[in-house]
């Protein structure tokens, strides 16, 4: 499989913004946006913090976008309070989750050995999971990229080998997170391509089919330079995607570029 054959995906991540009214009218707005686009390629996601999970699963339900949870807890149940595990996302309809984002390692210290344990319990609950990996500044600065990156995806990858399957990557460079700072297309591509080549170690035939994402600053301005990249095969947003018309412009430009 070629970058020709990986379709694009776009992923929203709303982290904790929004309100019942607010993103009720998001969606309204998206699906407006999105209906005149007629996307054929591109799929599209969406990510609301736990409390609106079950309304925006609700509000999407028969519609083309799909809806994750942006974490699930380590554990399959019990006594955790606060913990929302990947069965209870399930169970809400959600097909996707998102494990090891950089705000989850940084703000809740969570380790790569614990990312990888979400990423089992999704695999038992058959979610779709992006695992997300990135470098500080610091670590960029000190030439330590892509040790990190490939020590973050290896943790999950050298547990579970060839039936990571069906699984995506996102790189977000912990730098570009929030900050208007974007890695370069040429930056976020050679990381991603170090990524495909880690997961080459793995199978080839895995590698290939993988989609790896990028993430960290996406805006409709800077999308097609970083979708033309072989190695860049969609987004995971942030800010941009709390804006239904930008969010559609970054959906319509994966849409349209050809690699």
């Known amino acids: 499989m070629s970058a020709k054959s990986r379709t694009p995906l776009v992923a929203g991540n709303w982290k904790m913004n929004g309100s019942k009214a607010f993103i009720r009218g998001l969606l309204d707005d998206v699906q407006s946006e999105l209906q005149p686009l007629a996307l ?3 799929s599209v996601l969406v990510f609301p913090s736990y409390a609106y999970l079950y309304a925006v699963a609700d509000q999407l339900r028969g519609s083309s976008i799909g809806v994750g949870a942006q974490d699930v807890d380590e554990r399959p149940e019990g006594a955790v309070t606060g913990g929302v595990s990947a069965g209870m996302v399930r169970d809400l309809g959600c097909g996707f989750a998102i494990v090891g984002h950089s705000e989850r390692r940084t703000l809740f ?5 614990t990312v990888a344990e979400k990423y089992d319990r999704c695999c ?3 979610l779709t999971t992006i695992v997300c990996v990135g470098e500080t500044l610091e670590e960029r600065e000190a030439g330590q990229t892509l040790e990190v990156v490939h020590r973050q995806l290896k943790a999950v990858t050298d547990r579970v080998g060839v039936d990571f399957a069906g699984s995506m990557v996102a790189y977000e460079p912990v730098w570009a997170i929030g900050t208007g700072r974007s890695a370069t297309p040429d930056q976020a591509e050679e990381v991603q391509a170090s990524l ?7 199978d080839a035939g895995l590698a290939e089919a993988t989609s790896i994402l990028y993430g960290g600053s996406v805006t409709a301005e800077n999308a097609q330079s970083l979708f033309e990249m072989n190695n860049i095969d969609g987004a995971l947003v942030g800010g941009a995607s709390l804006k239904a018309d930008n969010f559609a412009k970054i959906c319509e430009v994966a849409e349209r570029v050809k690699r």
Do not use: T, Y
């Not at 210290?109 to 050995?113: A, L, M």
């Open 40 to 42: 054929e390629r591109c």
């Open 109 to 113: 210290g969570e380790s790569d050995s």
């Open 124 to 126: 038992e609950q058959n």
């Open 196 to 202: 495909r080549a880690c997961l080459a170690e793995v």
